[in-house]
């Protein structure tokens, strides 16, 4: 079975400061792998995602993603936190097989303090 | 361009009290998902559906029905509400290409007293 795993609740850094939201996983084949935010009472916004290819991805609003397979991480980063990046962000994988079920972590709270 | 439309967004019901969800996309898309989201917990699957008239049961689908009638709708169903159920409910749709991300409403809140 496949899951994610996000190690920290919160995670505070200050403004203008690089920002790192930590991400495992757990599949039996290929990663396909997805960041997600999700602002005060909205719905998840997609940021990025990892197929296959290079390992640093670049996403939206400045985010990129470093996959390591043989840590099986995917950590968010970001080189200068912004105050409007404080959200809670989602850490998924998706199946290959069936209905290609989405697996969520449990979500780490960024604040980000001017 | 709408994407997922949820209603309604907030919604107070007392225990044993019946309520549908409903949940329209406009983006063509051919799986359509419903979670719950809780503190703590992330969010899980109640139920899925691959294509219209398709539904299946996910992580957490006791005490929910759902029906995909129309490739555009997903309806959750609550048929006697629990104080359990009280949660915030996200109905999420996605092509059928593991690529795919999903995009998701803006929630609908639910309480149960």
């Known amino acids: 079975a496949q899951s994610v795993a996000q190690p920290e609740d919160q995670v505070n850094v200050a403004e203008g400061n690089p920002l790192t939201v930590k991400c495992t996983y757990s599949v039996s084949g290929n990663p396909y792998l997805f960041w997600y935010v999700q602002y005060p009472n909205r719905g998840l916004q997609f940021l990025l995602k990892?197929?296959?290819?290079?390992?640093l991805v670049k996403g939206s609003y400045g985010f990129e993603a470093e996959f390591n397979k043989s840590q099986t991480s995917f950590h968010l980063k970001k080189p200068s936190a912004l105050v409007s990046d404080s959200a809670l962000y989602f850490c998924a994988v998706r199946d290959n097989v069936g209905y290609q079920k989405v697996t969520f972590g449990t979500g780490t709270k960024l604040q980000v303090i001017p | 361009n709408a994407g997922v439309t949820q209603t309604p967004k907030f919604r107070v019901l007392k225990t044993g009290q019946s309520m549908t969800l409903l949940c329209a996309q406009d983006?063509?898309?051919?799986?359509m998902y419903w979670y719950r989201q809780d503190p703590g917990m992330g969010l899980r699957l109640i139920h899925y559906?691959?294509?219209?008239?398709?539904?299946a049961k996910g992580e957490v689908p006791d005490g929910y029905n759902v029906s995909r009638l129309k490739k555009q709708n997903f309806l959750l169903g609550l048929e006697s509400a629990a104080p359990s159920q009280t949660s915030v409910y996200f109905c999420?749709?996605?092509?059928?290409?593991?690529?795919?991300?999903?995009?998701f409403g803006n929630g609908t809140r639910l309480t149960v007293t």
């Open positions: 999420a749709s996605s092509r059928d290409r593991v690529e795919s991300p999903l995009h």
């Open positions: 983006m063509n898309h051919e799986y």
């Open positions: 559906s691959v294509g219209e008239g398709t539904t």
């Open positions: 990892y197929i296959t290819g290079d390992n």
